[in-house]
């Protein structure tokens, strides 16, 4: 994934539901929070170039000294390194910790009766996704980018998967062309995060969810809502299902 010519190749609707604007006081809070964000949830993984300096200050609508302050914390923390130079910037160096079910039930224990809160709004959000996504009349572009995440998704490593299936969701959730159902379905994730990080790797469900991911992707590039529908809520049961079965 890592991009070595100098140039940021993505596409600039890539990445909208986590750089928005920043709108609350605490501008250098929030910036670190969104790059945070867009880290964990894989739209930028480890060896990526984040965007160029100039872009991504407008993009979260911040001064170019908060991001500059923001992405030294951040590589104070080793999420981040910035590099000099032609092909230089600044690039993605955190790794997801390994599943660990201790943590897993510590971070239930943690959100409580929000767990099945959480499940319900992401279940909500990511079926209204594929279907609005399945509506659309998408570019070519829209269409190979949506392959392009299934395809990184279906050769990821087990240390790669949990980010790379983030980074597939939330590229649906992209391709609706509603900024504020994109941002739902990123916030969705986040609340979720830790304990879909903790879910020991299975090879016999990451085989059912690759089955679903193509169904979802298929039905989505052939205009088909209901198929769309039908393939993204069997897949988020399955998750759910398997979550609530490592609590029980």
């Known amino acids: 994934m890592e991009q070595t010519d100098g140039h940021d190749t993505r596409v600039d609707w890539q990445g909208g539901a986590i750089f928005r604007p920043v709108r609350t006081g605490n501008a250098f809070e929030e910036t670190v929070e969104r790059i945070l964000e867009a880290i964990k949830l894989g739209v930028f993984g480890y060896g990526d170039r984040l965007p160029a300096e100039r872009e991504l200050a407008a993009r979260l609508n911040v001064s170019r000294e908060t991001l500059r302050e923001a992405i030294r914390s951040l590589q104070q923390a080793h999420c981040v390194e910035s590099r000099r130079g032609r092909y230089g910037g600044t690039f993605v160096t955190y790794r997801l910790p390994p599943p660990d079910l201790g ?43 949506l392959a392009e995440r299934l395809a990184e998704l ?35 994730r986040m609340r979720l995060n830790d304990l879909l990080n903790a879910i020991p790797i299975l090879e016999r469900n990451i085989e059912h969810a690759s089955d679903q991911h193509r169904a979802m992707v298929e039905a989505i590039l052939g205009g088909d809502t209901e198929a769309a529908r039908r393939a993204t809520e069997e897949h988020l049961e399955a998750t759910a299902a398997l979550l609530r079965g490592f609590l029980g």
């Open 103 to 145: 943590e897993l039930r510590r971070a239930v224990q943690d959100m409580g009766a929000e767990l099945e809160d959480a499940l319900t709004y992401r279940q909500v959000l990511e079926i209204g996704a594929s279907e609005q996504a399945a509506r659309r009349a998408l570019t070519e572009e829209q269409r190979e980018y």
């Open 154 to 188: 279906e050769q990821a490593t087990p240390d790669e998967y949990r980010q790379l299936d983030s980074r597939f969701h939330l590229a649906i959730a992209e391709l609706t062309g509603s900024h504020s159902l994109a941002a739902g379905v990123a916030e969705s």
